[in-house]
């Protein structure tokens, strides 16, 4: 654990830093308010402060007050040191956003006990949040195959078509569905077409754009988020996710299963809304099962014609 002190006093700083060493944590030593806002600015920022109150160029309370207004999930346990024993002096520097207070001249294990309280207190932070992520996680991603589940694609594609109505670009969208992946259930077992299902979203996944997206929009169905829609470009970029699909063999306790998948492609701007889009892919995805399967169909012919 990494304690940042803020005191301006030489001896007393080395005393501080001393102590805190003993009891094995690592010091960042500052000298002023100022070096120590400086210092809890950055990414790496200790989890706790020491602010002595009284400090040259910014004092402890003014230190606290801008130490607090950083944006972040894990604030810093802040204890601010201390040789006024008024109880208003003692609420100032509370109100300024410290967590505790030590009189000084201070006993050392009481300041230990103090630090200890503060580590937990950060400890029991780092669980809620972490807590709270895996929630957030479960109720945005499909637990089978791990990428977004149907709700958090379709806000995902929301939020798309509104970048893309603010900078004049296209969004384009490719509704997926594995090729007859009922006989596949039928032949190799519920448990190899959930196989299969995780291991055609790594075909995709592996083959996609840092800043494109897949998710489950039901059953076999999966539902493809390409921003910056540009005409030919994105052509190939679905036939090249048909053509890999079709290249790959799926490996399962059942046996080796090879795979195909129709998609149905459409593309639209901030003026257009995700059901409208939605429904032309669909269309388009109807059509290549029409038309054969294991290929690609355009709901759009400016796609193909640019």
């Given at each position: 654990?990494?304690?940042?002190?803020?005191?301006?006093d030489?001896?007393?700083?080395i005393?501080?830093?001393?102590v805190?060493?003993?009891?094995?944590?690592?010091?960042?030593?500052?000298?002023?308010?100022?070096?120590?806002?400086?210092?809890?600015?950055?990414?790496?920022?200790?989890?706790?402060?020491?602010?002595?109150?009284?400090?040259?160029?910014?004092?402890?309370?003014?230190?606290?007050?801008?130490?607090?207004t950083?944006?972040?999930?894990?604030?810093?346990?802040?204890?601010?040191?201390?040789?006024?024993?008024?109880?208003?002096?003692?609420?100032?520097?509370?109100?300024?956003?410290?967590?505790?207070?030590?009189?000084?001249?201070y006993?050392?294990?009481?300041?230990?006990?103090?630090?200890?309280?503060?580590?937990?207190?950060?400890?029991?932070?780092?669980?809620?949040?972490?807590?709270?992520?895996?929630?957030?996680?479960?109720?945005?991603?499909?637990?089978?195959?791990?990428?977004?589940?149907?709700?958090?694609?379709?806000?995902?594609?929301?939020?798309?078509?509104?970048?893309?109505?603010?900078?004049?670009?296209?969004?384009?969208?490719?509704?997926?569905?594995?090729?007859?992946?009922?006989?596949?259930?039928?032949?190799?077992?519920?448990?190899?077409?959930?196989?299969?299902?995780?291991?055609?979203?790594?075909?995709?996944?592996?083959?996609?754009?840092?800043?494109?997206?897949?998710g489950?929009?039901?059953?076999?169905?999966?539902?493809?988020?390409?921003?910056?829609?540009?005409?030919?470009?994105?052509?190939?970029?679905?036939?090249?996710?048909?053509?890999?699909?079709?290249?790959?063999?799926?490996?399962?306790?059942?046996?080796?299963?090879?795979?195909?998948?129709?998609?149905?492609?459409?593309?639209?701007?901030?003026?257009?809304?995700?059901?409208?889009?939605?429904?032309?892919?669909?269309?388009?995805?109807?059509?290549?099962?029409?038309?054969g399967?294991?290929?690609?169909?355009?709901?759009?012919?400016?796609?193909?014609?640019?």
């Amino acid at each position: 654990m990494r304690i940042l002190i803020a005191e301006d006093d030489f001896t007393s700083r080395i005393m501080l830093a001393g102590v805190l060493n003993k009891s094995g944590y690592e010091v960042v030593e500052t000298a002023s308010g100022l070096e120590a806002w400086e210092e809890m600015q950055k990414p790496d920022a200790p989890r706790i402060a020491v602010l002595d109150w009284m400090m040259p160029e910014m004092d402890g309370i003014e230190a606290c007050r801008r130490i607090r207004t950083i944006e972040t999930d894990q604030p810093p346990y802040i204890i601010m040191l201390t040789s006024k024993d008024e109880k208003a002096d003692i609420v100032t520097g509370l109100e300024a956003g410290a967590d505790d207070y030590l009189a000084k001249p201070y006993d050392p294990g009481e300041l230990c006990a103090r630090i200890n309280v503060g580590q937990r207190m950060i400890d029991m932070q780092a669980k809620l949040m972490e807590a709270r992520n895996a929630l957030a996680h479960q109720a945005t991603h499909d637990p089978l195959t791990g990428i977004l589940n149907r709700r958090a694609i379709l806000d995902s594609l929301t939020k798309e078509l509104s970048r893309a109505k603010r900078n004049g670009k296209t969004v384009g969208i490719g509704m997926c569905d594995i090729d007859h992946f009922k006989q596949i259930n039928d032949r190799y077992g519920h448990q190899a077409g959930d196989e299969v299902l995780c291991g055609f979203t790594g075909i995709i996944e592996d083959n996609l754009r840092e800043y494109d997206l897949i998710g489950r929009y039901g059953g076999e169905e999966f539902l493809i988020i390409t921003p910056d829609f540009e005409g030919h470009i994105f052509e190939k970029v679905y036939e090249r996710l048909c053509k890999k699909v079709a290249e790959s063999t799926i490996h399962t306790k059942a046996g080796d299963v090879s795979i195909a998948v129709s998609i149905g492609v459409s593309s639209g701007t901030g003026t257009d809304t995700g059901d409208f889009m939605i429904d032309k892919a669909d269309a388009a995805l109807y059509q290549a099962k029409k038309e054969g399967r294991n290929r690609v169909s355009f709901a759009d012919s400016q796609i193909v014609e640019d």
